[in-house]
């Protein structure tokens, strides 16, 4: 496993010096039945329909895209990640087809319309009230689960 | 990420989140995690093998059967990383200076003749695809090379795009233009190594030189931002070097 502490020098200072949240009293709601499950991806990759505007780069804002969009662009700030693999397949970082495949299948109940991304080089506490709002949009849509993929 | 969790599990949805980096984890504890000992931007972990992705799709949501949280499972297949790191870096010795510029027209006919030799690979790529990632700028693929050659001279560019000014747009040609390579070489030669693809663009291609050639532009200037960029590594993939561009502290973050 790649501990912080093995990490290179730019990187490692980099992430060790990142303010985590801290949450005092955390949630917990209890999962339906798998075959219940409606199933929304939450991205941190700053992806979005090539019409949409970019992300700027410390955006706290998000874009929503369909379950059958494909054309998607990435406008994320940094370059520690690799983007070979979601040009190749955008499965290896939102799984549309995958979820698509289990729903047929039983495993799971359902697909929501509606994804969501996020830039995630910005503190996750300014993002709460877009991440508020992307819930709201959820359960609008009669989502009761949530796929956090980070980039 | 594992911020985000916590607000979404609060509106009453229950989440599971996979992550790269164990201690963050265990820091914010998120309601249910998998962590993956892959490489950062492969969280399904391979492209194009729909049976691994699955495999770590139902380990994450195995976690739903956990009766409280928070939980963290180590998902048991590794995609080794080198060297530490979680991405390609440059080689920290490989530094340009706005000395090697010479004649910027040279620079700009040399990643120009590169782009359109690799153009039919390119678009049998898309073809096979069905899709690119490339065009995020906005740019035409033929406007990508010019536009970043602009700021060789060491003056900023007008922006060719409304409500954007020259240096986002500088970021996102960047990528663009590093996308229009990659995705042409890991279909036309079959491959699937981030390793082997950073090589390539970044210490072999012409396209990658004029670009290093941007960051010694970058270090160089007096603009603000221009210097912010290698500061924080938006450009070059230096992150996950041993140490700072010269020039820079790296502090930018």
Known sequence: MTKIPEMPAVGRGF??????????????????PANERRISIVSTAAVHRREDKPFSWLAK???????????????????EFDRSAWQQDLNTIIPLDRLEEMASDGEIGSVAEEHYSFMGAADPVTMEKSARQAAARMKQDGVNTVFLIPI | MCGLAHYFESEGLSTVLVGFVREHIEAIKPPRSLFLDFPMGRGMGKPNDPAFQKKVIRAAFELFDAPTGPVIEDFPEVIPVKDGRMGYALPPELILSVDDIGDVDTVLAEVTAEMEALRPDYDRAVAARGRTTVGASGLAIEEFAPFVSGFLGGEIPQSPRKGMPAIPLLKLVVEDLEAYYTETRTHRDGIDDLELMGKWFWEESKAGRMLLLLEAVSVASDNRVMLQIVEMSLMAPRFWSEGPLPGTSAAGW
């Open chain 1, 15 to 32: 992430i060790s010096n990142l303010d985590l949240p801290v949450v005092d009293d955390p949630s917990w709601t209890q999962p339906v």
């Open chain 1, 61 to 79: 804002d998000y874009r929503a895209f369909h379950k059958t969009d494909r054309d998607l662009v990435m406008t994320h700030v940094a370059v």
